[in-house]
Nanobody, 124 residues
Framework: QVQLVESGGGLVQAGGSLRLSCAAS????????MGWFRQAPGKEREFVAA????????DYADSVKGRFSISRDNAKNTMYLQMNSLKPEDTAIYYC?????????????????WGQGTQVTVSS
Protein backbone atom coordinates (compact mmCIF):
# COMPACT_ATOMS: atom_id res chain seq x y z
CA GLN A 1 0.00 0.00 0.00
CA VAL A 2 1.36 3.40 -0.90
CA GLN A 3 1.59 6.13 1.74
CA LEU A 4 0.95 9.73 0.70
CA VAL A 5 1.92 13.01 2.37
CA GLU A 6 0.81 16.41 1.07
CA SER A 7 2.62 19.68 1.68
CA GLY A 8 2.71 23.23 0.39
CA GLY A 9 -0.61 24.57 1.58
CA GLY A 10 -0.99 27.92 3.25
CA LEU A 11 -2.64 31.33 3.25
CA VAL A 12 -2.47 33.39 0.06
CA GLN A 13 -4.22 36.44 -1.30
CA ALA A 14 -6.59 36.19 -4.24
CA GLY A 15 -4.62 36.18 -7.47
CA GLY A 16 -1.65 34.53 -5.85
CA SER A 17 -0.05 31.15 -6.41
CA LEU A 18 0.82 28.02 -4.44
CA ARG A 19 2.43 24.72 -5.36
CA LEU A 20 1.27 21.61 -3.57
CA SER A 21 3.37 18.48 -3.38
CA CYS A 22 2.38 14.89 -2.70
CA ALA A 23 5.22 12.60 -1.65
CA ALA A 24 4.70 8.86 -2.01
CA SER A 25 6.43 5.99 -0.24
CA UNK A 26 6.02 2.30 0.50
CA UNK A 27 5.29 1.16 -3.03
CA UNK A 28 6.61 2.02 -6.52
CA UNK A 29 5.13 5.40 -7.37
CA UNK A 30 5.06 4.60 -11.08
CA UNK A 31 2.43 1.89 -10.45
CA UNK A 32 -0.19 4.50 -9.56
CA UNK A 33 -2.41 6.94 -11.35
CA MET A 34 -2.88 9.97 -9.12
CA GLY A 35 -5.46 12.59 -8.35
CA TRP A 36 -5.96 15.81 -6.43
CA PHE A 37 -9.25 16.39 -4.66
CA ARG A 38 -10.46 19.11 -2.32
CA GLN A 39 -13.08 19.54 0.35
CA ALA A 40 -14.43 22.84 1.62
CA PRO A 41 -16.33 23.14 4.91
CA GLY A 42 -19.85 21.80 4.57
CA LYS A 43 -19.25 20.51 1.07
CA GLU A 44 -18.53 17.13 -0.45
CA ARG A 45 -15.06 16.15 -1.60
CA GLU A 46 -14.62 17.19 -5.23
CA PHE A 47 -12.28 16.34 -8.06
CA VAL A 48 -9.59 18.88 -8.95
CA ALA A 49 -7.07 17.23 -11.28
CA ALA A 50 -5.68 13.82 -12.20
CA UNK A 51 -2.68 12.35 -13.97
CA UNK A 52 -1.97 8.93 -15.43
CA UNK A 53 0.80 6.82 -13.98
CA UNK A 54 3.15 7.71 -16.84
CA UNK A 55 2.22 11.39 -16.72
CA UNK A 56 1.12 11.55 -20.34
CA UNK A 57 -2.57 12.07 -19.65
CA UNK A 58 -4.09 14.75 -17.41
CA ASP A 59 -7.59 15.93 -16.61
CA TYR A 60 -8.98 18.94 -14.77
CA ALA A 61 -12.20 20.11 -13.22
CA ASP A 62 -13.77 22.91 -15.25
CA SER A 63 -13.42 25.25 -12.28
CA VAL A 64 -9.60 25.05 -12.35
CA LYS A 65 -8.82 24.64 -16.05
CA GLY A 66 -6.32 27.21 -17.22
CA ARG A 67 -5.30 28.06 -13.63
CA PHE A 68 -4.02 24.78 -12.15
CA SER A 69 -1.45 22.38 -13.55
CA ILE A 70 -0.83 18.82 -12.38
CA SER A 71 2.50 17.07 -12.90
CA ARG A 72 4.56 14.23 -11.48
CA ASP A 73 8.19 13.20 -11.18
CA ASN A 74 8.32 9.42 -10.90
CA ALA A 75 12.05 9.53 -10.15
CA LYS A 76 11.30 11.65 -7.06
CA ASN A 77 8.11 9.77 -6.10
CA THR A 78 6.27 13.09 -6.05
CA MET A 79 3.23 14.67 -7.64
CA TYR A 80 2.61 18.41 -7.85
CA LEU A 81 -0.27 20.81 -8.25
CA GLN A 82 0.69 24.29 -9.40
CA MET A 83 -2.15 26.65 -8.55
CA ASN A 84 -2.19 30.11 -10.12
CA SER A 85 -4.74 32.94 -10.10
CA LEU A 86 -6.20 31.59 -6.89
CA LYS A 87 -9.71 32.60 -5.89
CA PRO A 88 -11.42 32.60 -2.49
CA GLU A 89 -13.60 29.72 -3.71
CA ASP A 90 -10.46 27.59 -4.01
CA THR A 91 -10.25 27.57 -0.21
CA ALA A 92 -10.38 23.94 0.96
CA ILE A 93 -8.37 21.05 2.29
CA TYR A 94 -6.52 19.51 -0.64
CA TYR A 95 -5.92 15.77 -0.74
CA CYS A 96 -3.84 13.61 -3.03
CA UNK A 97 -4.99 10.11 -3.84
CA UNK A 98 -3.61 7.04 -5.61
CA UNK A 99 -5.05 4.14 -7.55
CA UNK A 100 -3.07 1.20 -8.88
CA UNK A 101 -4.15 1.58 -12.48
CA UNK A 102 -2.67 3.24 -15.55
CA UNK A 103 -5.50 5.74 -15.95
CA UNK A 104 -6.73 8.25 -13.39
CA UNK A 105 -10.41 8.99 -12.88
CA UNK A 106 -12.49 11.84 -11.44
CA UNK A 107 -14.37 9.65 -8.97
CA UNK A 108 -12.92 9.73 -5.43
CA UNK A 109 -14.30 6.27 -4.69
CA UNK A 110 -11.91 4.86 -7.29
CA UNK A 111 -8.94 5.79 -5.09
CA UNK A 112 -8.12 3.52 -2.15
CA UNK A 113 -5.10 5.48 -0.89
CA TRP A 114 -5.27 9.03 0.47
CA GLY A 115 -3.02 11.54 2.16
CA GLN A 116 -3.97 13.50 5.28
CA GLY A 117 -4.61 16.72 3.37
CA THR A 118 -3.15 20.22 3.35
CA GLN A 119 -5.12 23.41 3.98
CA VAL A 120 -5.28 26.08 1.30
CA THR A 121 -6.86 29.39 2.27
CA VAL A 122 -7.34 32.19 -0.25
CA SER A 123 -8.23 35.59 1.16
CA SER A 124 -10.15 38.19 -0.82
Amino acid sequence: QVQLVESGGGLVQAGGSLRLSCAASGSPFSWYAMGWFRQAPGKEREFVAAISRGGGSTDYADSVKGRFSISRDNAKNTMYLQMNSLKPEDTAIYYCAARRFAIATMNPTDYPSWGQGTQVTVSS
